[in-house]
């Protein structure tokens, strides 16, 4: 869920510029704004999870450097911040 707030807009920008001539204006328009509006929806839900629930999540997208006892990951981190 969380790879798509970011990658759902991209896939709409994407097919509305590949596929543009073929879906006309309002197909583009109807395309591109399904995926704002979905990747809107998405990202309250994401919100309403971490912000008052105050749990964490942590997505792993790929590894970078893995060393023995290192591990450096490409990731996303999201949290409720706390102060006291």
Do not use: N, Q
């Not at 995926?35 to 309250?44: A, D, E, R, Y």
């Not at 749990?55 to 893995?66: G, L, Q, T, V």
């Not at 949290?79 to 006291?84: I, M």
């Amino acid at each position: 869920m969380y790879l798509l707030i970011v990658s759902l807009p991209l896939l709409g920008s994407s097919v509305a510029g590949a596929f543009g001539r073929f879906l006309g204006s309002e197909g583009t328009a109807i395309v591109t704004t399904t995926c704002v509006s979905l990747s809107s929806i998405l990202s309250l839900t994401a919100f309403h999870e971490v912000a008052p629930g105050a749990s964490a999540c942590y997505i792993k997208i790929a590894p970078r450097i893995f060393s023995e006892m290192f591990d450096a990951s490409w990731g996303s981190f999201g949290d409720r911040e706390v102060t006291g």
